[in-house]
């Protein structure tokens, strides 16, 4: 079998055995279950963002609470900040790029709602200064990063740091995360 191939396979599997052993990491994800069951149960929202891989993986998540996980039950309000392409080139050209999630956040969210922002370094400043926005509004914020947490570190009432260096491995890590989330916040919500 070709090396790179198994190298590949055995990183990814190391990365998520790290995650299995780390009792904190584990002890967050209930914790974060339980915020988004009151959030949602409230009335509140959970949005997403993140850039290029990672605002995939921000819509992809979204779309498992507003679509359905694995039941077939009423969606529940989620999204992804960059999915308005209008908005989102409107503000990138007459603003910054660094206020897309900011300025969208400040305009829709609420005291109770839920910011996950994913970001493998931990830097990308437009998902910073979303977390600063949602700070001054009483927004839980939900940070999934890569091993040193970054300028999110700080900024994050709920921190994933995947114990990983490498992009590819970050973000298997941060969809492994997501779906634990999904799944067991859909079950809690929708019970039986």
Same mark, same amino acid.
């Given at each position: 079998?070709?090396?790179?191939?198994?190298?590949?396979?055995?990183?990814?599997?190391? &990365?998520?055995?790290?995650?299995?052993?780390?009792?904190?990491?584990?002890?967050?994800?209930?914790?974060? $279950?339980?915020?988004?069951?009151?959030?949602?149960?409230?009335?509140?929202?959970?949005?997403?963002?993140?850039?290029?891989?990672?605002?995939?993986?921000?819509?992809?998540?979204?779309?498992?609470?507003?679509?359905?996980?694995?039941?077939?039950?009423?969606? #529940?309000?989620? %999204?992804? #900040?960059? *999915?308005?392409?209008?908005?989102?080139?409107?503000?990138?050209?007459?603003?910054?790029?660094?206020?897309?999630?900011?300025?969208?956040?400040? +305009?829709?969210?609420?005291?109770?709602?839920?910011?996950?922002?994913?970001?493998?370094?931990? /830097?990308?400043?437009?998902?910073?200064?979303? !977390? %600063? &926005?949602?700070? %001054?509004?009483? $927004?839980?914020?939900? +940070?999934?990063? =890569?091993?040193?947490? =970054?300028?999110?570190?700080?900024?994050?009432?709920?921190?994933? /740091?995947?114990?990983?260096?490498?992009?590819?491995? $970050?973000?298997?890590?941060?969809? #492994?995360? +997501?779906?634990? $989330? *999904?799944?067991?916040?859909?079950?809690?919500? !929708?019970?039986?």
């Amino acid at each position: 079998m070709n090396e790179t191939i198994v190298n590949i396979i055995e990183a990814s599997i190391n &990365t998520k055995q790290q995650i299995l052993a780390d009792a904190g990491m584990l002890a967050r994800m209930e914790q974060v $279950i339980d915020v988004m069951v009151a959030a949602f149960k409230a009335g509140n929202k959970v949005l997403f963002c993140g850039n290029g891989g990672s605002a995939a993986d921000a819509q992809h998540l979204a779309a498992e609470f507003s679509g359905r996980f694995y039941k077939n039950r009423p969606a #529940l309000p989620a %999204e992804a #900040l960059h *999915c308005n392409t209008s908005y989102l080139t409107a503000v990138a050209n007459d603003y910054s790029y660094d206020v897309i999630y900011s300025r969208l956040l400040d +305009g829709i969210g609420v005291s109770g709602d839920v910011v996950v922002g994913l970001s493998t370094s931990g /830097n990308s400043a437009n998902v910073v200064k979303a !977390f %600063e &926005t949602a700070r %001054e509004k009483g $927004i839980i914020t939900v +940070g999934l990063t =890569g091993a040193n947490g =970054g300028k999110m570190k700080p900024l994050s009432d709920y921190l994933f /740091n995947v114990p990983a260096t490498d992009t590819p491995r $970050i973000q298997e890590s941060h969809i #492994l995360i +997501g779906h634990i $989330i *999904c799944q067991l916040v859909e079950a809690k919500v !929708f019970p039986g």
